[in-house]
């Protein structure tokens, strides 16, 4: 396993959950400004989306990583 691939995956993983942070800071924000319910769903919805984009991508890439070491190992 290489150092850059983990390095790769830890910049994909943090992408990720600064998106899901700005969904959820969004929604919160709505809430202190007079709440529009249909944009807090939406950035609710959005911040869903992205929690099951990183838990795809982490499982994507430990499988990845799993087959890899056991076919070198």
């Known amino acids: ?42 950035s609710l919805d959005d911040a869903s989306r992205e929690v099951i984009k990183a838990a795809e991508l982490i499982n994507d890439r430990i499988s990845g990583i799993v087959g890899e070491v056991g076919a070198n190992g």
Do not use: P, Y
């Not at 995956?9 to 007079?34: K, P, Q, S, W, Y």
């Open 1 to 42: 396993m290489d150092i850059k691939r983990l390095k790769n995956i830890e910049e994909e993983v943090n992408e990720l959950l600064t998106r899901i942070l700005a969904c959820i800071n969004n929604a919160a924000d709505l809430l202190d400004f007079g709440m529009d319910k249909d944009e807090m769903r939406e």
